[in-house]
């Protein structure tokens, strides 16, 4: 058992090490171009159609259009579209008032079909040759289309992403999620877009060439997780997926633990379920670099959550034995204790431990200074985020078992 | 993008690199370990030497003129050989981490040969001083096949501290396979472990402190008797 947890220490730090190195290398070598934007090419054929699937939006839905309508980009040059999936609140009633206006487009669903079938729908009617998919709970920034249109002058690309920020900030757990998103949602796919790795097309906000989105035949419908698949695909076409990191859009987040549970377990089944679907691309020349970087993310997600899993065995069992042994003496902890340090009695899994957490801080300080964002505290920096880092192992944990025993699981 | 794969190449020699460093590290703590347990047996050796010197001089000149600074010199090779003992495992846990490390099944072979030396020693000078030391004989197998055993040594551990120069505890690891350890088990009829042997009476299975407390006070009066 010693030596089956050693050799996995020693595999997912090297993964884990390469990981943090090649960040840095790239933070260090490629920070400038972070926040270059392409050159505002004159794009003036280009019409942008805006597809958003509400289901019960009562509370959301009407900021959304309103931050839409207030884009700073000819009116005419962008339509919306608003899905109203079968909402049983007031809904369609909203997105009404705004169609009567003549300012968005409504179709209302009846009964509720799914946001993948929402999009489809929306795409099919959409009239423009660039189409953003974004969630009913987002609001974006004026600037969006001016951002992000550019990248579409470069016709090897079929899909822009953006930085996502938390909306409506009400507690700790929002504020870790703020920095993951800055970091994960934000830097990453900003990291990866230099290696055409970028695995997801964020689902509050994401641009899309329509002739890709029709090339490929839309959202699959049948995926719980439609904007990391779709990704699978774009690449799949050969087309590239760009990131924009000088404007965001917020999104509201989950506020509680149980929210934050059910949808990471959504998101990380469907990741499962969407690599599994596309098993064809891993290691194949074909898929470029992506065919390499999707399995080497899991291997370190797999491996990394088994030695979190052993190591916290290990942890608990070895506290329990030492409870034991004490229980022996009385338990006189103070007089038995071994104050005097060896170093000597330090072990290569200790230093390759330590070396992996001083990596894994120095990739979030160097990426929260990337990301010219320093908003996020301390307490946040160091404490939350690993702590979020290590309960995601759980919610991995629960995804694994959900696959393996084929549940089915609720949006 | 041709960058960014130059990129990948680098990050995977300065990984390699890392994971040298940190591998060239461990191979010298390893080398340190290793120095620090001879450079340790090379004491208890020069000890043995002294005491077999003073030994000599009991049955030439006479015990009154060897047996204090043999009960010093003994006093202070038992604590010597204990922690050495505790340090061996220590170091060897540090150590192994593929396989067993031979150095220290080699060592721990030595150790317990030299511990079976100087408890024929002590027992021998027993007789012509007024020594007061309890002897105390541990015996042990490995953690697999006694899962008992590294409690019971924790709990010595625990008495030793507390009561070092009233008694002398000898640690033998059955499973060395040693014949004067075969010896020693067969001698006091241990047939399970682990076994602590306190003037020449085996008490097998697990014993905790209270236990050890009453076992001792049975035997001769110690500083732990009175609380």
Redesign the interface.
């Known amino acids: 058992m010693?030596?089956a947890y050693?050799v996995l220490v020693h595999v997912v730090?090297?993964l884990s090490?390469?990981f943090v190195?090649?960040t840095l290398?790239?933070l260090f070598?490629k920070r400038k171009q972070l926040h270059q934007e392409p050159q505002d090419r004159a794009l003036d054929d280009t019409i942008v159609s805006i597809v958003v699937p509400a289901y019960n939006e009562e509370e959301t839905i009407a900021d959304c259009i309103n931050s839409l309508l207030a884009i700073d980009f000819e009116r005419k040059r962008y339509e919306i579209i608003i899905v109203n999936d079968g909402s049983n609140d007031n809904t369609s009633k909203i997105a009404k008032a705004f169609e009567q206006k003549m300012q968005v487009r409504l179709l209302d669903n009846m009964p509720n079909k799914g946001k993948a079938a929402c999009l489809n729908q929306g795409i099919r009617i959409a009239q423009g040759n660039i189409i953003a998919c974004m969630d009913a709970d987002t609001i974006v920034p004026k600037d969006i289309l001016r951002k992000l249109l550019p990248y579409f002058a470069d016709e090897k690309v079929g899909s822009v992403t953006v930085s996502v920020e938390v909306r409506h900030v009400k507690n700790f757990l929002q504020r870790i999620i703020q920095l993951e998103y800055a970091l994960g949602l934000s830097l990453f796919l900003k990291l990866l877009t230099?290696?055409?790795c970028v695995h997801v097309t964020p689902g509050p906000f994401s641009m899309y060439r329509a002739s890709v989105l029709r090339n490929i035949g839309g959202f699959d419908e049948k995926n719980m997780t439609e904007d990391l698949e779709i990704a699978y695909r774009i690449h799949k076409a050969h087309y590239h997926i760009e990131n924009c990191m000088t404007t965001a859009v917020k999104t509201i987040t989950p506020d509680t633990m149980i929210s934050l549970y059910r949808q990471r377990r959504r998101w990380y089944v469907g990741a499962l379920l969407t690599a599994w679907k596309h098993k064809d691309m891993m290691l194949s020349r074909k898929s470029g670099m992506f065919g390499f970087f999707i399995p080497f993310n899991f291997a370190l997600i797999t491996l990394g959550m088994i030695v979190f899993f052993f190591s916290v065995y290990l942890g608990v069992s070895n506290f329990a034995?030492a409870l034991?042994?004490y229980?022996?003496?009385?338990y006189?902890f103070f007089?038995?204790f071994n104050w005097d340090f060896?170093?000597?009695?330090?072990?290569?899994?200790l230093?390759?431990g330590l070396?992996g957490i001083a990596g894994m801080i120095l990739v979030v300080t160097c990426g929260v200074r990337a990301v010219r964002r320093n908003s996020h505290g301390i307490l946040v920096k160091y404490l939350g985020y690993f702590l979020l880092f290590f309960i995601y192992q759980a919610f991995w944990l629960a995804a694994y078992s959900i696959v393996a025993t084929r549940r089915k699981i609720q949006w | 993008?041709v960058?960014?794969?130059k990129?990948?190449v680098?990050?995977?020699i300065?990984?390699l690199a890392?994971?040298g460093l940190?591998?060239s590290?461990?191979a010298y703590?390893n080398q340190?370990?290793e120095d620090?347990v001879l450079d340790r047996m090379e004491e208890i050796l020069d000890e043995y030497q002294e005491i077999q010197a003073l030994s000599m001089m009991t049955t030439t000149f006479g015990s009154d003129i060897a047996c204090l600074s043999l009960e010093n010199s003994l006093s202070l090779l038992d604590k010597t050989l204990w922690d050495t003992g505790l340090?061996i495992d220590?170091?060897r846990?540090?150590?192994e981490?593929?396989?067993n490390d031979p150095f220290y099944v080699n060592q721990k072979r030595k150790f317990n040969r030299n511990e079976v030396i100087y408890l024929s020693m002590i027992t021998e000078m027993q007789k012509h001083c007024d020594f007061n030391q309890t002897v105390i004989l541990f015996f042990f197998q490995k953690k697999e096949e006694c899962p008992d055993c590294?409690?019971q040594s924790?709990?010595l551990?625990?008495v030793n501290?507390?009561i070092d120069n009233e008694i002398a505890i000898f640690s033998f690891d059955a499973d060395l396979d040693l014949p004067s350890i075969k010896t020693l088990k067969e001698y006091f009829a241990i047939d399970r472990f682990p076994c602590v042997v306190v003037d020449n009476m085996p008490y097998c299975g697990?014993k905790?402190?209270?236990q050890i407390n009453e076992i001792l006070c049975s035997k001769r009066p110690h500083s732990i008797c009175s609380e």
Do not use: C, P
């Open positions: 010693n030596f050693s730090w090297f090490t390469y190195v090649l290398l790239m070598s230099f290696v055409n034995n034991s042994f229980s022996l003496i009385g006189d007089n038995h060896d170093v000597l009695t330090l072990n290569s899994l230093f390759l070396t | 993008m960058g960014s794969k990129l990948i680098y990050a995977l300065i990984t890392l994971f940190i591998y590290f461990n703590l340190q370990r620090v340090k220590r170091y846990e540090a150590t981490q593929f396989a590294d409690a924790f709990v551990t625990d501290k507390e697990l905790n402190r209270q």
